[in-house]
């Protein structure tokens, strides 16, 4: 398997732009994670979905980050509009839920700098 | 809330020591944990998952422990190699479901 796909894998924006990251989990995992990670803060669960459904969104940081899974096979993450302070590393991450839970496979992060 | 520690926060040995990474946390209703290694500029890639019922999981030069009743995993890493150096992550299930919660990790760097 190709592992969980993420894309872009480096953006830089200017403040106030829209930024859509996305995300292709590992085909048969039935949960997705979006993390943000920066120096500050370290790794940040922001939502995450079962079976497509959005089951805790309370690490989104505002109302300006949305996230969306129209299918098992995709996902994807905006800002709207973008700041400087969400400059980060924003990863996906996908597993097969279970009662005692599955390694978690991460990608490879997209890159973000808002200027 | 799971808040999760790692200690010690970075750690500098020469080649061929034998290592002891800490993590604690504070919920022990945890239903596995996991240890991850990240390099710099790259992604998470899972080391060891232990579950809630098991106290020990090997790989290789890795061995990682677990004490659910006192929130404690301990990961070990026998005879350290320069291609060892990264940060490490452990991460308890928690929240009823399926919920990672990362520590702030260990910065490890091992020189020859």
């Known amino acids: 398997d190709a592992g969980v796909i993420q894309s872009p894998r480096h953006e830089v924006t200017e403040m106030g ?19 943000r990670q920066t120096m500050m803060r370290g790794l940040e669960l922001l939502i995450y979905f079962n079976n497509n459904v959005p089951i805790d ?11 969306k899974m129209p299918n098992a096979s995709f996902s994807t993450l ?7 302070r969400d400059s ?8 097969i839920q279970g009662v005692s839970g599955n390694t978690i496979y991460f990608g490879e992060g997209s890159w973000l700098t808002v200027v | 809330k799971q808040e999760v520690t790692q200690i010690p926060a970075a750690l500098s040995v020469p080649e061929g020591e034998n290592l002891v990474l800490n993590c604690s946390f504070t919920d022990s209703a945890i239903y596995n944990l996991q ?3 990240q390099d710099p500029g790259k992604g998470l ?25 006192s929130g404690r995993s301990t990961l070990y890493i026998a005879a350290s190699q320069p291609g060892d150096s990264a940060t490490y992550l452990c991460a308890p299930f928690s929240g009823g479901y399926n919920k990672l919660i990362f520590g702030a990790g260990t910065r490890l760097a091992v020189h020859p």
Not at chain 1, 78 to 84: F, G
Not at chain 2, 45 to 69: C, F, P, V, W
Request: charged share 20%; hydrophobic share 30%; proline share 5%.
């Open chain 2, 45 to 69: 890639t899972s080391l060891l998952l232990i579950q809630s019922s098991q106290r020990e999981q090997t790989s290789g030069r890795l061995n990682a422990s677990l004490d659910k009743s």
């Open chain 2, 35 to 37: 240890w991850f290694r």
């Open chain 1, 17 to 35: 732009q829209e930024v859509t990251l996305r995300c292709k989990p590992i085909s048969g995992h039935n949960s997705l994670f979006w993390y």
């Open chain 1, 78 to 84: 905006k800002i709207q509009p973008s700041e400087p």
């Open chain 1, 57 to 67: 969104d309370s690490g989104m940081p505002e109302d300006r980050f949305s996230a």
């Open chain 1, 88 to 95: 980060a590393v924003y990863f996906c991450a996908s597993n």
